[in-house]
């Protein structure tokens, strides 16, 4: 099994180095190293050189570290996260798998109550690739649009991986749109219905509002089980679901197309306030290989040892700054394998 590494900017490459090392306990994987984001244009003037989308069509899963920061201008035709979006698209990943549970260690931290947080175990699927992100974009001196769009097909694809996801689980699908409002979410409406009512009868289907949905994700979080929505609802949903747990830094993520190829990161971004102190929380990426272990590689014994590394060093109070803790990215990454090689 070939994985291809993109440690990219700001973070990345510390909370990386701890996932490579967990992928190398696991065995059975070549692992290559590629430039990306910030420090591709660094090195090469573009974002996502040639060598790098190679190497990741070749490879059965990427692991990404972050990209972007403010070394790089934002209002600039070349940035950081143009090599993020293009390899997406060049992989045909549609679909962003994000889920979010909470260890009891970490109750504690979360600006929530101990009892809203009870039972929370849900899902996102985000849909990746079309939407307002991807749209066309205009601007003048006094005007600015983003166009957002979708087709039938796009919003088929990603609510069929929903679907899948919620039969595997608790068979309930929630659908979050703005619906009374945006012609493009009225579609999703539609067409989110005929896919679940032919496809998977046996899920259970709601459809939820954007706004009256961010709100039920902080006063009754644990009704969820599997929400599927387009690229910007996503977008803000996820990071807003990282509060449950108290840091962005515990959050993994997959991105899926028609094959099993996925690419697997953190949720947190690049960082680069805290980038070269080590002290970055590299359990989102850790947790990001063991979704490679059960997604693309089909490990589901590995994903599990995994994840039960991770709540085994959280339970031993290894904790980065970010869950209240003073220990550094390479103690958390020692703890994770500690407990590994006792499985």
Known sequence: MLIAVLPGDGVGPEVTAQAVRVLRELGGCELREALIGGAAIDRTGVPL????????????????????????????NVRP????????RSLR????????????????????????????????????????YFGEKRRTADRAEDVCSYSVEEIARAVRVAGRMAR???????????????????????VTTRVVRDEFPDVQLEHQLVDSCALRLVQRPSTFDVIVTDNLFGDILTDEAAVLGGSIGMLPSASLGEGPR??????????????????????????????????????????????????????????????????????????????????
Not at 49 to 76: F, I
Not at 94 to 123: T, Y
Not at 168 to 190: F, G, H, I, M
Not at 278 to 290: D, R
């Open 49 to 76: 050189p040639d060598e790098t989308l190679a190497l990741c069509r070749d490879a059965d899963a990427v692991l990404l570290g972050a990209v972007g920061g403010p070394r790089w201008d934002p209002a600039a």
């Open 81 to 88: 996260e143009q090599g993020l979006l293009g390899l997406r």
């Open 93 to 132: 990943l549609f679909a962003n798998l994000r889920p979010a549970s909470i260890h009891p260690r970490l109750v504690e931290i979360s600006p929530l109550k101990a009892e809203v947080l009870r039972g929370v175990d849900l899902l996102f699927v985000r849909e990746l690739t079309s939407g307002i």
């Open 168 to 190: 595997s689980r608790r068979k309930r699908l929630t659908s979050v749109d703005k619906a009374n409002v945006l012609e493009t979410s009225r579609l999703w409406r539609e």
């Open 262 to 343: 996925g690419l697997y990161e953190p949720v947190h971004g690049s960082a680069p306030d805290i980038a070269g102190k080590g002290i970055a929380n590299p359990y989102g990426a850790i947790a990001s290989v063991a979704m490679m272990m059960r997604h693309s590689l089909r490990r589901e014994e590995q994903a599990r040892a995994v994840e039960k590394a991770i709540a085994a060093a959280l339970d031993d109070g290894v904790l980065t700054a970010d869950l209240g803790g003073s220990s550094t990215t390479a103690q958390a990454g020692d703890a994770v394998l500690k407990f590994l090689t006792k499985e």
